[in-house]
T-cell receptor, first 115, second 110 residues
């Protein structure tokens, strides 16, 4: 069964450094998403992406964050200058369509630790 | 606004017990409703979904019915197994995003 993959599984970085989290969505999917889960808290939506544009973003997704689909398979989340509070599990997801009935399939996550 | 409330955990049951995890939602319009499960050390997996009122989602012995009148989507299983130990998330989809509940940790004792 096709699945969403993410790399790395765990990333440790120093405060102020840039990080890029990578995702490979399911191959025929057109809609891509990033979520995060701070330890012990809810899974929160960050951003959705379709047709090479951001279609929706949350208030968490400020100027420090950016997303890109650099080629036909990868979808990346960049954090320009990491803060301690960016430490979280980051999940990538993809869906075939953007309608409310469609399922979003999640990757296994990247645990980001900012020191 | 849109939100999901689910029962606090952890929930501890013996193997073969009956499981209910309560979930209620607040939303404008008619969202789709989901249960996701997170096994230890793994990501979020879709367990089941329902897209309109009175729909029943089911998978792996788990069931949940979309109840518009009570704005609920309670998860049930008739006989749980040790392998069901995980964190269960109730969620709704509005527009692009999925809104999750806080999650309920389930421990099943042999």
């Amino acid at each position: 069964e096709p699945e969403v993959t993410q790399t790395p599984s765990h990333q440790v970085t120093q405060m102020g450094q840039e990080v890029i989290l990578r995702c490979v969505p399911i191959s025929n999917h057109l809609y891509f998403y990033w979520y995060r889960q701070i330890l012990g808290q809810k899974v929160e939506f960050l951003v959705s992406f379709y047709n090479n544009e951001i279609s929706e973003k949350s208030e968490i997704f400020d100027d420090q964050f950016s997303v890109e689909r650099p080629d036909g398979s990868n979808f990346t989340l960049k954090i320009r200058s990491t803060k301690l509070e960016d430490s979280a599990m980051y999940f990538c997801a993809s869906s075939e369509a953007g309608v409310r009935t469609d399922t979003q399939y999640f990757g296994p996550g990247t645990r980001l630790t900012v020191l | 606004g849109n939100s999901v409330t689910q029962m606090e955990g952890p929930v501890t049951l013996s193997e073969e017990a009956f499981l209910t995890i309560n979930c209620t939602y607040t939303a404008t319009g008619y969202p789709s409703l989901f249960w996701y499960v997170q096994y230890p050390g793994e990501g979020l997996q879709l367990l089941l979904k329902a897209t309109k009122a009175d729909d029943k989602g089911s998978n792996k012995g788990f069931e949940a019915t979309y109840r518009k009148e009570t704005t609920s989507f309670h998860l049930e299983k008739g006989s749980v197994q040790v392998s069901d130990s995980a964190v269960y998330f109730c969620a709704l989809r509005r527009d692009d995003k999925i809104i999750f509940g806080k999650g309920t940790r389930l421990h099943i004792l042999p």
